[in-house]
Structure formats: C-alpha cells, structure tokens
C-alpha cells in the first residue's frame, strides 16, 4: 500500500533518482537557472532549498553537509560563498518554477527553475 508516501518516483529507482536530484540540484546553485520538466523541477526545489539554507550558516560542518549531498565542488563552492550570502536575510523561497509550455516530441510539461 501506498498510504502517506509522497516522494515522486520520476520511473526510476531509487538511486538513480537520488543522483539525478543531487546533479539537478548542483546545476541549479551553479548555473543559477535550469531548464528541465514540470515534476523534475518540482522534486528538486525541496533539495535547492535545503541547501541553500545550510549554507546560509556558513561553517565547516554546513560545508561538509553538502559535500556530501551535491556532487560537483564547484557547487559547493559557489553556494558557500556566493549564494549563502545572498540570501543571509531571507528566510526562505529562495527558488521560481516558470512554467514553459509543452516540449515539442513528447508533450512533457517543462518548466524553468531559477533561484530569486
């Protein structure tokens, strides 16, 4: 049964669902704007949110926390200096779904996730 489960399968695996979030999530704090599919963005925005707030604190343990959650340095180090910063004052919804319209071979819903 399904009851109470509201983590969004993607059809994939656990694993390789995890990983492509994690890269997902990497290309957002780096590039700052992604373009990808309506759920995609929506199962990632949890996890940028997530890691923009830790962070936010700005210490060694924060910095170990998303070395071991983002896979690429360079988003470790761009959030840790760069967009921890940014948002010290905010306290949260540091990321905006636009919504693109439909792609042109499969009809998929696609939508741009940007950082605020």
Known sequence: ?????????????????EMMLRNLASS?????????????AKAVRTLVEKCITTAKEGDLVS???????????????KSMEVLGTRYKERKGGYTRLVKLGKRQGDGAEMAQIELV
């Open 1 to 17: 049964m399904r009851h109470r489960k509201k983590d969004t399968i993607l059809g994939r695996t656990k694993k390789p669902r």
């Open 28 to 40: 957002v704090l780096i590039y700052e704007k992604v373009k990808t599919t309506k759920a995609k």
């Open 63 to 77: 910095r170990k926390q998303l070395i071991s959650t983002l896979p690429q340095k360079m988003a470790v180090k």
